[in-house]
Each structure stands twice: as C-alpha cells, then as structure tokens.
C-alpha cells in the first residue's frame, strides 16, 4: 500500500495531529516503507501455531495484575492532559 497526500490528510484528522507541510512528503515515505514491512509479515504461516505461543523459554513472564490507588499517579497523568474531568480526559468530538 502507498500512503498518498489523501491517505495522510485522513490520518491527520483522525489522529488529531498538524503536519507541517515540509514533513509530509517524508512522512508518507516511512509509513509506506512501515507498511510493506507489514507486509511481508502477512507471508508467515501462523496457522500451525499456538495463540499463547512465545519465543521465550518458558513463556512470557507474568506479573500480578494489582490496582493501584497511589493518587499522586492520577494527578501527575492528569496535570500533562489538555482537558479533564473527574479523571477523566475531555476529547474533542472526532464521529460526526
């Protein structure tokens, strides 16, 4: 797939990001090349293998999955956002 000018003005939009406009042509060249990459991925035969499948011995290391309730970490996260609210983010409306 090639990302043209068209492509990358609705990956603009979507993703909310300004261009410039002296970067786009190089912009659409990487994510071109990011793409065949891809690509050449989709070419693996997978079928065979198994969904937990892991390259390391043993399996991929596993950690307790236990909530955090450190405020400081919420107000730090929060004090970087644009716009929030009750913890949560504000966004602009992007579905018309």
Do not use: C
């Not at 002296?22 to 997978?46: C, F, G, H, R, S």
């Not at 969904?51 to 107000?75: Q, W, Y």
């Amino acid at each position: 797939m090639i990302i043209d000018n068209r492509v990358l003005e609705k990956l603009e939009k979507l993703s909310m990001l300004k261009i410039e406009d002296e970067k786009k042509e190089e912009l659409a060249e990487q994510l071109t090349e990011i793409l065949a990459y891809v690509e050449n991925l989709a070419e693996l035969d997978t079928d065979n293998l198994d969904a937990s499948f892991s390259t390391l011995l043993g399996g991929t290391p596993m950690r307790e999955d236990l909530p955090s309730t450190n405020i400081e970490v919420s107000k730090s996260i929060f004090s970087h956002a644009p716009n929030g609210e009750n913890d949560f983010f504000i966004v602009p409306k992007i579905i018309e």
